[in-house]
Each structure stands twice: as C-alpha cells, then as structure tokens.
C-alpha cells in the first residue's frame, strides 16, 4: 500500500483537483481511472452511509489503497425523507438533473412544509482503518422551477439564513456552506490531528 496516496472513488477530475488543493502535499490524489479501477461500483445501501462504505470498502479490498468515498442526497421531510439514496436517479436513468428537479417540484405542489436538507456522509479507509464523517446543511424547497439547468438540486434549495438558492450562490459561497465542505473540514481536522505529533 502506497501510504501517502489517497484513492477518491469518483473519476470526477474536478472533485480530485479539489481534495488535492485542499490536502497540499499531506496525500497524492488518484481518481479511480488513475488506479485502472473501469467498473461500476453499485449502491446498493439503504443509507448514505451504507452506500458511501460499500464504494470505500470496495476499493480497499481489490486495490488495496488508502480512500476516501462519499455519497449524498437531498431529504425532503414532507416526503418522508425522499429522494434520499435516491437523488442522483430520482426520475429514473439515466441521471438527469432537471428531470430529477421537475419530478420534485412536481411532488411538491401545494405543499406547505417545504423543509429539507442536503447530506454527505464520507468514508475514509486510512491504513485498514474505517472512519466516518458526516456533514449537513438545512434548507427549504423554493416555490417555482423554471427548468434551470445545474448540478443535483442546487437549482431548487434554498439555504436557511439566505433568500437564494445554492445554484445562484457563488462557488466559493457554496462550497463554504453546503454538506460536502462540512464534511470535509471534519475529514481534514481528522487527518491534520492525526498528523501532529502529541506533545
């Protein structure tokens, strides 16, 4: 095992570019291409944290590596938590992002509570340790979609505290207060402790 790599279970490049400005020199990122790992990895999970340790779990025990997987989604208390595990195929596949977004306006009309909340739940698995981090950040459904393109459910969630929504926020805005950046500050306080040496 390569003790200073660090597998992220995606091959989303910019997710990588991300970690690994935020990591410094601490790890060297590899996406799951980079390890020449082609298949699908499937959720099967009932939870976000299920699902976020079978994709760690996988790629530990085939590549043997260090690795760090998350899963998220959206939860809507009107519908009883929905989509849930669900969100990236909540209209079915494959994946489509608007389609998913006017399956929940859709569900949604005339509803009152319009509460929710985005989840992350990230697994890390550092030299056969498992840990867990979680991150959330509330919110509320907004009243109207007009077919706006962007990424997941940032078109249509409003964070509390603020009167627009994470898509219309600025990327610095965002990555400051939603789910994933939650959780990955835990994930970096994690590994910075475990770093220094006890006094």
């Given at each position: 095992m390569e003790k200073n790599t660090l597998c992220l279970a995606t091959n989303n490049a910019h997710k990588a570019e991300e970690l690994q400005s935020?990591?410094?020199d601490a790890?060297?990122?590899?996406t799951l291409k980079d390890i020449g790992c082609l298949e699908d990895i499937e959720e099967t999970g009932n939870t976000f944290v299920e699902n976020s340790m079978i994709k760690a779990g996988y790629v530990f025990r085939k590549y043997g590596m260090n690795v760090l997987a998350d899963d998220s989604g959206l939860e809507v208390n009107a519908l009883g938590g929905r989509?849930?595990?669900?969100?990236?195929?909540y209209a079915g596949e494959p994946s489509d992002a608007t389609a998913n977004n006017r399956k929940l306006m859709k569900e949604m009309e005339g509803?009152?509570?319009?509460?929710?909340r985005f989840r992350t739940v990230i697994t890390l698995i550092l030299e056969g340790e498992?840990?867990?981090?979680?991150g959330e950040v509330s919110g509320?459904?907004?009243?109207?979609f007009d077919g706006e393109e962007g990424f997941g459910y940032n078109p249509v969630f409003i964070p509390d505290g603020f009167e627009t929504t994470f898509h219309d926020m600025g990327f610095e805005q965002r990555s400051r207060l939603n789910h994933r950046g939650r959780a990955m500050a835990k994930v970096l306080d994690f590994l910075a402790?475990?770093?220094t040496p006890e006094v």
């Amino acid at each position: 095992m390569e003790k200073n790599t660090l597998c992220l279970a995606t091959n989303n490049a910019h997710k990588a570019e991300e970690l690994q400005s935020l990591l410094g020199d601490a790890f060297e990122i590899k996406t799951l291409k980079d390890i020449g790992c082609l298949e699908d990895i499937e959720e099967t999970g009932n939870t976000f944290v299920e699902n976020s340790m079978i994709k760690a779990g996988y790629v530990f025990r085939k590549y043997g590596m260090n690795v760090l997987a998350d899963d998220s989604g959206l939860e809507v208390n009107a519908l009883g938590g929905r989509p849930g595990v669900y969100s990236a195929r909540y209209a079915g596949e494959p994946s489509d992002a608007t389609a998913n977004n006017r399956k929940l306006m859709k569900e949604m009309e005339g509803v009152t509570d319009r509460t929710a909340r985005f989840r992350t739940v990230i697994t890390l698995i550092l030299e056969g340790e498992t840990h867990t981090f979680d991150g959330e950040v509330s919110g509320r459904i907004k009243e109207t979609f007009d077919g706006e393109e962007g990424f997941g459910y940032n078109p249509v969630f409003i964070p509390d505290g603020f009167e627009t929504t994470f898509h219309d926020m600025g990327f610095e805005q965002r990555s400051r207060l939603n789910h994933r950046g939650r959780a990955m500050a835990k994930v970096l306080d994690f590994l910075a402790r475990r770093n220094t040496p006890e006094v």
